[in-house]
């Protein structure tokens, strides 16, 4: 069963930093791309950014570029999201999503770690 378990979410003052962690299971990790989406308050969700399987090729949303960073540790079977300067815009559930074979958006979402910035 594939199972990814975020964590890391908590209520930060604009300008702070975060990191959040998917810690993964049930599937060869290193064999997909995985990504970070997110999902404020009365929005749609959103990607983030996201990280190949093969290259560690990575990919971000124009709001996010500079101040957020993905990583994986394949070792640990973990994502990772870096997140700086975080202003009260990046306020959002934060879900990581495992893609499908070749980028497929047919994968396996987690559930959601919570990341609230006061102002």
């Known amino acids: 069963e594939v199972q990814l378990q975020a964590s890391g979410g908590g209520l930060v003052q604009a300008g702070g930093s975060l990191r959040l962690s998917c810690a993964a299971s049930?599937?060869?990790?290193?064999?997909?791309?995985i990504g970070w989406f997110r999902q404020a308050p009365g929005k749609e969700r959103e990607g983030v950014s996201c990280i190949s399987s093969s290259d560690g090729s990575t990919y971000y949303a124009d709001s996010v570029k500079g101040r957020f960073t993905i990583s994986r540790d394949n070792a640990k079977n973990t994502l990772y999201l870096q997140m700086n300067s975080l202003k009260s815009e990046d306020t959002a559930v934060y879900y990581c999503?495992?893609?499908?074979?070749?980028?497929?958006?047919?994968?396996?979402w987690g559930q959601g770690t919570l990341v609230t910035v006061s102002s």
């Open positions: 049930g599937f060869t990790f290193d064999d997909y791309a």
């Open positions: 999503f495992r893609y499908g074979s070749a980028w497929s958006q047919f994968g396996y």
